[in-house]
């Protein structure tokens, strides 16, 4: 911990994420918002001013209090995200590298095909299928998110599936479920917290990128990302619209970069960046 | 290497059959039915027949088993959906756009180019940047320089791309006048295509101002593109500058006297290119992802803004095929980039 102390970076790092985690945590308290009935037309599209740090909208919202609300819809949909790609990426790699053979060839194939398409491609493809909407955009960014985590699990399984300690606990009678859960995952785990951490930001952004595409969240919803859509057609009258929630977007996925970052050197000091 | 050359260039149609399956697959778990969602509310239960019937829909999935076993043919196991599409695909018949009417093919021909020129740029703006600032961090390791370069480094992967478009034209179009906001030359000026890239272009066609003019159209969004690639690149190039600047052969030629520029130069920043290349190559390929974000900002008649207004027309024929164009494109850099270590790395032997 000391250790980790002493990487400033990734102190800053930890510094934002704990200001977006604890902000988010208490907006519905400190600043109560209903998306779907707080607008005041008397105040359309007002600069920034003392009463409203980061001016209203074209329908009168203070625009403050959106992108704050934006930074719970982000954030929680993200943990979510890296959550179901974890979980299945670590349960797919497992299962190849300990059942090895076909399964492990035709899982390792699907895993190509998913690399396949180069960044947000695919998660576009799917919701431009199943349909415009933030729980579409979360299903298609988790299958994204699968392949980082199936082939850091299956390789580091596969360092460990032929040590003397595994070969012992077989010996012993052990099934091979038993086996993964109790002998190979826990002494896996490092690699999967370090992506675990560096896919946060990536999720962040991603899900911006799709709302700004118009395939993730829909209005009202105070989205970063469909905030800055909406705000981009007024861009040279009212610019702090798409600016704004452009820099809350900014500051916590750099908050979530430089604490990954920090992470990774400390679990891995061979990796060192 | 010839085998390993074959055994590489085969390896991919696995994956681009896998690719294709797949974007045939999320196209039929569409839950409503294509040809309702395109007629919209103004269909009637007769047109969205005929339309299905159209677009091949009345036709099995996979197998026509029932055509098969009543006709006793066996080409008639294969009149599905999968097999028609199939077939299509490799005569490069991508279907028509649902709006234009136009040839999803004709299209993509047009459009490639452009996002082919800007994705150079971006990767040579990217590559530059990110390795002549990669370099200088690591040879100023452990400084306020250093420090400086890994946050701009982290800074790099942490903007919103479209984002970053959009504060660009506010700053340098809007604001300082200095860079056209949108398209690829002026409006007025008009350009006969030989290539579709217009720098090249503008030489053929001796169009010197017009050569000026398409690079001056260039820069912002090459650079609001590029942007991503070249904080990865100089990461990569920083590390791996340093691994190699521990090497026994480097401190021998620094022994030597040789001076410290050639040392840096020859010695040091070949060998530490390899791994900088794989970040180059699957950088490029995720620009075309980008593009899709940032040509829809700056209007450049590229494939990524094509695949823009597909998705907010909700245009699946041009979706479909523009996302399939994409990842093929990738595959094929991918596998360019590993051939490549060769040419760059004689040590590396398959």
């Keep these: 911990m000391r250790r980790f102390l002493r990487n400033r970076s990734g102190v800053i790092g930890l510094a934002i994420v704990l200001f977006f985690t604890v902000t988010t945590l208490l907006a519905p308290v400190l600043r109560p918002y209903n998306a779907g009935t707080d607008r005041n037309l008397a105040k359309r599209l007002k600069p920034p001013s003392a009463e409203h740090v980061l001016g209203t909208d074209e329908l009168g919202r203070d625009v403050l209090t959106r992108v704050w609300h934006g930074g719970r819809v982000s954030l929680s949909v993200s943990l979510l995200v890296v959550g179901f790609s974890a979980l299945l990426g670590t349960a797919l790699g497992v299962l190849a590298a300990i ?94 917290i370090v992506q675990v951490t560096l896919a946060i930001g990536r999720t962040v952004l991603a899900i911006a990128s799709l709302g700004f595409l118009g395939l993730g969240a829909q209005p009202p919803t105070p989205e970063w990302g469909l905030m800055i859509k909406a705000g981009y057609s007024q861009f040279l009258t009212a610019p702090w619209l798409s600016i704004a929630p452009g820099f809350a977007i900014y500051l916590a996925v750099l908050g979530f970069n430089m604490l990954g970052d920090a992470i990774r050197d400390h679990f891995d000091p061979q990796l060192r960046t | 290497m010839t085998t390993y050359l074959i055994r590489r260039v085969l390896g991919i149609i696995p994956v681009l059959l896998g690719v294709t399956f797949m974007v045939f697959a999320i196209n039929r778990i569409v839950p409503s039915n294509p040809a309702v969602a395109i007629l919209g509310d103004k269909g009637t239960v007769e047109s969205q027949r005929q339309l299905a019937e159209e677009l091949g829909l009345n036709k099995p999935v996979f197998f026509d088993v029932e055509g098969y076993r009543s006709s006793g043919r066996f080409g008639r196991l294969f009149d599905s959906q999968y097999f028609t599409y199939m077939g299509e695909l490799l005569t490069g018949n991508l279907g028509k756009s649902f709006m234009t009417r136009a040839p999803v093919t004709d299209s993509l021909k047009v459009r490639f180019p452009a996002t082919m020129e800007l994705a150079i740029f971006s990767i040579i703006i990217g590559s530059v940047l990110g390795i002549v600032l990669g370099v200088v961090a690591a040879l100023r390791r452990g400084t306020w320089v250093d420090t400086g370069m890994l946050f701009i480094a982290v800074s790099g992967v942490s903007f919103p791309v479209f984002w970053t478009a959009i504060v660009l034209i506010y700053l340098f179009s809007v604001q300082l006048g200095w860079f056209p906001p949108a398209g690829r030359l002026n409006v007025t000026s008009t350009l006969q295509p030989v290539t579709g890239l217009f720098v090249i272009d503008t030489l053929l066609r001796g169009q010197y101002k017009m050569f000026l003019d398409s690079l001056h159209h260039l820069v912002l969004p090459a650079f609001a593109l590029g942007t991503h690639a070249m904080a990865l690149i100089m990461r990569m190039t920083r590390s791996s500058m340093l691994d190699v600047l521990r090497r026994d052969y480097v401190r021998t030629a620094s022994s030597k006297g040789v001076p410290p520029l050639v040392v840096v130069m020859k010695h040091a920043f070949r060998n530490a290119l390899v791994p900088v290349i794989t970040v180059m190559g699957l950088s490029f390929g995720s620009l075309l992802s980008g593009a899709i974000l940032v040509e829809a900002i700056f209007n450049w008649p590229g494939v990524g803004s094509w695949i823009f207004n597909a998705i907010t027309q909700r245009d699946y024929p041009v979706i479909q095929g523009g996302v399939l164009f994409v990842a093929a494109v990738f595959i094929v850099l991918n596998m360019l980039v590993d051939l490549s270590y060769v040419l760059i790395d004689p040590r590396i032997r398959y």
């Design chain 1, 99 to 192: 059942m090895r053979g076909w399964l492990d060839l035709s899982l390792s194939w699907f895993i190509d095909i998913l690399l396949a398409f180069p960044g947000i491609l695919l998660a576009i493809a799917i919701v431009a299928a199943l349909g415009a909407s933030l729980t579409n955009a979360l299903v298609a960014i988790s299958i994204m998110g699968i392949p980082g985590y199936y082939r850091v699990m299956r390789s580091a399984i596969i360092g460990l599936r032929d040590l003397e300690f595994v070969q012992a606990a077989e010996a012993l009678g052990s099934s091979k479920l038993r086996v993964a859960l109790k002998h190979l995952l826990p002494n896996a785990l490092s690699p999967l």
